[in-house]
């Protein structure tokens, strides 16, 4: 982690483009949260990249002055990793919606947790597509009517927290747009976390699918003695859970590996082509 001499603020890391989103819409907070977290951690704009995919959320790279990539629809997690491993010591963070991450680009999630690449990745969950004007999302309810589902949802939800986990990531926590001082505090946790960190946000729509008031009702801390090691309890609540639990769900260490590749460049020695071609003469 790169920090400045100079002290930067909110305001250092907001760039010149307002934000085009809806009245009340969940993005903001998250586009709030991620400056606040940003400014805490004292992270230089030249060593940050945002990337994003297609979606409402997937704007957010044109509100930030760092670096930024709005890549194709589903693609911000392969792009985010070309980015990572060509520039190790950037911090790079992955911003998309349910849609983009869980329907289009869901191919790529379980991989990357899996390797453990240190990537930070913010999932905004509004349960619908907002930019295409209401259509199910793979985490739209059974029963959901949208112009896509005129006679309600049949597909059981996709669950982002308990995908993830099973999959392999080292770092999991659920935020809620209505609380941006403990959103905040979760992005600074994931970027310091080393390895593939993701943050599930309930970022309501509020044109096309407003949740707010349930969520304000239903949504509820972790337990404060929440044993975040303890991965077979963090699978069994997310299996099982009746509301929807807010904070650190799992962290743990194992090998990094984007350091684990750069590690072993010292190690492997140039491939020998003329060697090679000697053994088919």
Not at 140 to 150: D, L
Request: charged share 20%; proline share 6%; hydrophobic share 40%.
């Amino acid at each position: 982690m790169v920090t400045s001499a100079v002290t930067l603020t909110v305001k250092d890391y907001k760039s010149d483009v307002k934000p085009t989103w809806c009245p009340g819409c969940g993005d903001f907070a998250v586009l709030s949260a991620t400056y606040k977290a940003l400014a805490d951690l004292q992270l230089r704009t030249e060593r940050v990249v945002i990337v994003s995919g297609i979606g409402c959320s997937s704007r957010i790279p044109y509100f930030l002055s760092t670096y930024g990539v709005h890549s194709l629809h589903g693609r911000a997690l392969p792009m985010a990793s070309g980015v990572k491993l060509a520039s190790p010591d950037m911090t790079v963070m992955v911003m998309g919606g349910d849609g983009d991450l869980f329907a289009i680009g869901a191919g790529h999630m379980p991989h990357a947790a899996s390797r453990n690449l240190d990537l930070t990745t913010v999932c905004m969950d509004n349960q619908i597509y907002g930019l295409t004007k209401a259509q199910a999302s793979p985490t739209s309810n059974i029963g959901h009517v949208t112009k896509s589902t005129p006679y309600g949802v049949a597909a059981k939800p996709i669950n982002p927290v308990l995908t993830v986990l099973a999959a392999g990531a080292t770092f999991v926590a659920r935020g809620y747009s209505a609380k941006p001082k403990m959103l905040a505090e979760l992005f600074v946790a994931g970027i310091k976390h080393k390895g593939f960190s993701f943050i599930h946000v309930i970022s309501p729509c509020t044109e096309f699918n407003n949740t707010y008031s349930f969520y304000d009702a239903q949504a509820t801390d972790l337990p404060a003695d929440w044993d975040k090691s303890d991965l077979q309890k963090a699978l069994g609540l997310a299996l099982t859970e009746e509301k929807p639990h807010l904070g650190v769900w799992y962290e743990a260490e194992r090998p990094v590996l984007d350091q684990v590749l750069h590690s072993l460049e010292k190690e492997i020695k140039p491939f020998d082509t003329g060697a090679y071609l000697k053994r088919f003469e």
